[in-house]
């Protein structure tokens, strides 16, 4: 089984940073992934990591813990696009050996001028 | 470039009616997802199947099963459509080994409302 946790929504203002929290508790982790959604649309891959650390994109970074079951994304010098949804997903090792990807409920995103 | 397509965008079905969602993907890859996505809930994981006629129960499978039998097309079936199950479907594919891990596709979707 697994559990995802990050917050519903927030906001920040435009040129600002922003860090979207998630935590995790799974029976088996294979790699924790970021995506963005914009209403109406579906998800778009943003970021991937499986080992700890901090992962770079441009304006976009993504960090794990994995001992802590944490990871955030990261965004830098927002823009008004960025508005969207960002889900949390974790690819989850079953008994079976399949590893599908789970998602948490998503942080909806609004940045103001 | 790669494609995940969904038969059909907006549907509106009674209750009680069997439904077809059909998902179609040109990357030969050997895993496909069916999700629903509701306000507040985020998406769900349904089924997947990880092989032709090979398949697993996700977080929510009751109501639905699914047929997977070529490897390009994987159908979400609502027996029995019930007003609950008004929703976003997404279907997604990926490939068996992805080393970077971040190879999962996903079609437009599908809005179903029964009524």
């Known amino acids: 089984g697994q559990n995802i946790d990050q917050p519903t929504e927030m906001t920040a203002t435009e040129g600002a940073i922003v860090q979207i929290n998630c935590t995790y508790q799974?029976?088996?982790?294979?790699?924790l992934f970021w995506y963005q959604q914009h209403a109406g649309e579906a998800p778009t891959f943003l970021s991937y990591?499986?080992?700890?650390g901090l992962e770079e994109k441009g304006r976009f970074s993504s960090f794990l813990s994995r001992s802590k079951g944490y990871s955030y994304l990261l965004l830098k010098e927002l823009q008004m696009k960025d508005s969207a949804s960002y889900l949390c997903?974790?690819?989850?090792?079953?008994?079976?050996?399949?590893?599908?990807?789970?998602f948490g409920k998503g942080t909806r995103l609004s940045v103001i001028a | 470039d790669v494609k995940v397509t969904q038969s059909s965008r907006y549907l509106v079905k009674r209750t009680g009616e069997k439904v077809f969602l059909e998902c179609v993907q040109d990357?030969?890859?050997?895993?496909m997802f069916w999700y629903r996505q509701d306000p507040g809930l985020g998406l769900r994981l349904i089924y997947f199947?990880?092989?032709?006629?090979?398949?697993e129960k996700g977080d929510i499978p009751e109501g639905y099963s699914v047929s997977r039998e070529k490897k390009e097309r994987f159908s979400l079936i609502l027996e029995s459509a019930s007003t609950n199950q008004t929703s976003m479907y997404l279907c997604?594919?990926?490939?068996?080994?992805?080393?970077?891990?971040?190879?999962?596709?996903f079609g437009e979707g599908s809005w179903l409302t029964v009524v």
């Open positions: 799974t029976s088996g982790f294979n790699g």
């Open positions: 990591n499986v080992l700890d």
């Open positions: 990357m030969d890859h050997e895993n």
């Open positions: 199947s990880y092989d032709v006629k090979m398949k």
């Open positions: 997903a974790v690819r989850e090792l079953l008994v079976t050996g399949n590893t599908p990807l789970v």
């Open positions: 997604a594919s990926r490939p068996a080994t992805d080393s970077s891990g971040n190879t999962i596709y």
